[in-house]
Nanobody, 115 residues
Framework: QVRLVESGGGLVQAGGSLRLSCAAS????????MGWYRQPPGKQRELVAT???????NYATSVKGRFTISRDNAKNTVYLQMNSLKPEDTAVYYC?????????WGQGTQVTVAS
């Protein structure tokens, strides 16, 4: 089992920045992918960004150039630096960890961007 603990959400004005963190603990394999997904109000959960243990990244088109995903393998922690935030970025952000055939989710952290 893998446990994910997220932090860093909150309320920010449009154009502002936030940094999310997600620390993984438990039985973690060396080969894994961590990432962030979000669920806007009334909508389905969607991909934000992912990063492999080799630091290969993938971003949703809507966040490219504004968000940066990174990770510290020694700390089993993934980060999401969010800049130039827009009201449409408002959502619950979920951390995700995938390894082999296992898929884990964090509890979610609210990000609200005020216009």
């Amino acid at each position: 089992q893998v446990r994910l603990v997220e932090s860093g959400g909150g309320l920010v004005q449009a154009g502002g920045s936030l940094r999310l963190s997600c620390a993984a603990s438990g039985r973690i394999f060396a080969i894994n992918t961590m990432g962030w997904y979000r669920q806007p109000p009334g909508k389905q959960r969607e991909l934000v960004a992912t990063i492999t243990n080799a630091r290969i990244t993938n971003y949703a088109t809507s966040v490219k150039g504004r968000f940066t995903i990174s990770r510290d393998n020694a700390k089993n922690t993934v980060y999401l630096q969010m800049n130039s935030l827009k009201p449409e970025d408002t959502a619950v952000y979920y951390c995700n960890h995938r390894q082999y055939m296992e898929n884990y989710w964090g509890q979610g952290t609210q990000v609200t961007v005020a216009s």
